[in-house]
Structures are given as C-alpha cells and as structure tokens.
C-alpha cells in the first residue's frame, strides 16, 4: 500500500502507524536524498528538489518509483507501506509491479495546517518559509499529486487531532491487511 498527499499532510505520521504494526515502509525520500548525497550535494530542500526533477527528467516520471520496487520485493513481508508518492506515473509504476495487492491511499489536509507542520518538523529538507512552500507545493502539483490522490482506493482526511488522526490509519490499515 502507498500513501499519497500534498506536502506534511500526514504521510510520515501514516507510515509510523503502519511501522507500530510491524509493517515494513519504504520512504520514496529516502532515495532521492540518498542521490543528493552520491552527487556530493548537501541534504537542502532545493538540492531535493533539483534531484528530484532531474530523476524524473532524465528517467521518466515513475523513476524514483522504479528504484523502490526492488527494495519492496527485498523487504520479505505479506504487506510493505510505500511513503511519499508524488504523482500518477509513480502509482502507476506499482500498480504494474503489484497489481492488485496495490493499495493507493489519498492523505487529505488543509494547507495552514500542513504549512505549521512543516514548518514545525525543521526537516533537514524542508521548508523555510510560506514562499518556499508555496514553490515546494507548485513542484510537487507539476509531478502530477493530485491526479494520483483522485485515483486513491482510499482517502483519509488529516482534518483532526494527531490521535484521531493515527485511529484513521490503524483503521485502514487493518482494513487493507
């Protein structure tokens, strides 16, 4: 299963949930910083950012995708959760790999919230302030976000407090396993 949604919507709190329940997730970020890295680039929101471009320019929208399919056949478990999901071509790209047992699900959130988790996480790629979200939400609509959210099999709305929120997930999960 993939979670999919705008930036801090969410995802990674999802994916914590889904780790408190002994499943294993695979972190799309975790490549592409990894790349930064192996160019010799320091871990910034813009360096992210280019390198994530790039990828999708020379290797086509779905590469970072690709580069985690392996990783998720490697991982040995009857359910694996796939954070961070930035467009149709990515979704696609699974649903190819796994067919049927590929769950989408959409995170919903409102943009002040997702803005103050953003801004309140001091993720070392993150997000300084509300111009660079703002072109950190622009990027990540260009890669194709909200078609891939409109093509979930599930959505779940982040519109709540974080316990109400993590009983959503463990709820689906469970639903979905």
């Known amino acids: 299963m993939g979670f999919v949604g705008m930036p801090a919507s969410g995802k990674t709190e999802a994916a914590n949930v889904a780790r408190e329940l002994g499943i294993p997730v695979i972190e ?13 680039l320091e871990v ?22 690709h580069r985690c399919v392996p990783c998720i056949k ?10 961070g999901m930035r467009g149709v071509a990515e979704a696609e790209v699974y649903r190819e790999a796994f067919g049927a ?39 990540e609509i260009s890669w194709g976000l909200p078609e891939a959210m409109s093509m979930a099999d599930v959505s779940i709305e982040n519109d709540c ?4 929120f993590r009983q959503r997930v463990k709820t689906i999960i469970e639903g979905i396993i």
């Open 28 to 40: 799309m970020g975790d490549i592409v910083r990894a790349e930064v890295k192996a160019r010799g």
């Open 44 to 65: 910034t929101e813009e360096n992210v950012g280019k390198v994530a471009n790039d990828l999708r320019e020379k290797e086509g929208m779905g590469a970072v995708a």
């Open 74 to 83: 490697d991982a040995d478990s009857k359910a694996v959760v796939i954070d």
């Open 101 to 139: 047992q590929f769950t989408l699900i959409a995170i919903h959130a409102p943009q002040k919230a997702r803005f103050e988790r953003a801004m309140a996480r001091k993720r070392e790629d993150d997000i300084e302030d509300w111009q660079s979200f703002l072109q950190k939400d622009e990027r």
């Open 161 to 164: 407090t974080l316990e109400e």
